[in-house]
């Protein structure tokens, strides 16, 4: 790291070198990566939650998605907005706190509301990562390396889903589903402490300045109204929804999201429901689906999009069009299998092209924001995800389990799922 030298009209000479800028992308990765650890961790213990405190598959789903979601949402932009004018830096470490400390607290509950609650904490706290994460990363790389950089910060979820599935299957059948939340919970604040003392906050708009001097370096906030906020939470609506485009992309992440959430949220009780396999099991199994599978197409659709845009933009549309239309038959295919071996083989498959459109749509977002605008960008864009496909897409597919639940037990039989569904929400 050095410091800024400018003669007149010369360029700004880099603050942070390479190797400090990927340390500190490495670090946001890290904190990423507990981020999904403690939000997820829920999918691979459920079943025994579910048992211990005798919880519908309904209720099962909202622990999973709606109780996480709906503060995790509402609280994005406002924390989002403190980070336009704010120390994005400090924002991030308390917000690892909190999280953490909610995801320990989550293992003395003993009823389902005191879970609910402690899963409502958990959402809190995550509010302030990723818009956070989000506007810092575009601020140290510039417009034709963001969909790469942002890339491998989303390499926090699929790696995170790896580590909690895995860690917290073992824990949980070794030492219970309440070990599983205090002992993924802790690390965290050791992970706040070393954010907030290695990380700077670099000037706004730092990276595309380096790139071209004429564009503006931290241009000032406007001073803060009420009427001043609303005129900017306006303008970035009318960014993500005023332009086709983006618009598209945001649609796209939604009802992936709102698949990807539902179907993850039971696919390790499926299982062991399905075939009986053991928690440990099922989570080494999920765990490394997810790790290696979505983590390679995670990095894969950053970097070739990255890549294939210096030949045409519309590499943005294409990378992770051709991917998800991949991934969508290859997921039913897995799941219609007979024997659970052959289906976790067939997992490993459509997460390479399911997860491609993570580093497109995120570097899409923030290269059509402005300075001061992408912290809030990324907060707008996650609650509307998030609240459509996170807070619903679990409690939809376990009010679904559920209903045809009702109609094998009062109609033993053996169809297949589509006439299983078609019976039981158009009986004859």
């Not at 979601?69 to 932009?77: P, Q, S």
Request: glycine share 12%.
């Amino acid at each position: 790291m050095t410091n800024p030298q400018r003669g007149a009209g010369a360029p700004l000479t880099p603050i942070f070198g390479e190797s400090y800028k990927r340390t500190v992308l490495g670090l946001l990765v890290v904190a990423y990566t507990l981020n999904f650890i403690d939000r997820t961790i829920i999918n691979t213990i459920g079943q025994a939650i579910k048992v211990d405190l005798a919880l519908s598959d309904a209720e099962l789903g909202m622990l999973g998605g709606l109780a996480f979601a709906l503060l995790y949402t509402t609280l994005g932009v406002p924390v989002a907005r403190l980070a336009e004018r704010w120390s994005r830096v400090s924002i991030i470490s308390i917000a690892i706190v909190i999280w953490s400390g909610f995801t320990a607290l989550c293992g003395v509950a003993q009823t389902f509301t005191q879970l609910l609650l402690f899963r409502a904490g958990v959402g809190v706290g995550e509010a302030g990562l990723s818009p956070a994460a989000h506007s810092l990363i575009s601020d140290y790389f510039e417009a034709g390396r963001r969909a790469s950089a942002l890339a491998v910060y989303a390499f926090g979820i699929p790696i995170g889903g790896m580590i909690g599935a895995i860690a917290g299957g073992w824990i949980a059948q070794t030492f219970g589903w309440r070990w599983a939340f205090v002992l993924v919970g802790l690390p965290g604040v050791l992970v706040a402490l070393a954010i907030k003392t290695y990380i700077k906050d670099p000037p706004r708009g730092y990276a595309d300045h380096v790139v071209n001097p004429a564009l503006p370096l931290s241009p000032p906030a406007p001073p803060f109204s009420i009427r001043e906020e609303f005129r900017e939470l306006s303008a970035v609506a009318k960014t993500l929804f005023g332009q086709w485009p983006v618009f598209h992309f945001m649609m796209g992440i939604t009802l992936t999201s709102f698949a990807d959430y539902g179907i993850s949220a039971f696919s390790s009780p499926y299982l062991m429901r399905q075939f009986g396999v053991d928690l440990a099991t099922v989570g080494l199994v999920g765990g490394l689906v997810g790790g290696v599978s979505a983590g390679a197409g995670t990095l894969i659709g950053g970097y070739l999009t990255d890549w294939l845009s210096r030949r045409t933009l519309a590499a943005y549309a294409i990378v992770p069009a051709i991917g998800l239309s991949i991934a969508a038959p290859t997921y039913m295919i897995a799941y219609m299998q007979n024997e659970w071996h052959y289906a976790v083989a067939l997992l490993l498959v459509p997460g390479i092209f399911h997860y491609t459109y993570l580093g497109p749509t995120f570097g899409v977002v923030q290269n059509v924001t402005e300075l001061r605008r992408r912290a809030t960008t990324t907060a707008m864009l996650f609650f509307f995800l998030n609240l459509i496909a996170l807070g619903g897409g679990p409690p939809f597919v376990g009010w679904l389990i559920d209903q045809l639940a009702n109609h094998h037990f009062n109609h033993p039989g053996d169809l297949g799922p589509i006439a299983s569904t078609l019976a039981t929400f158009f009986p004859s």
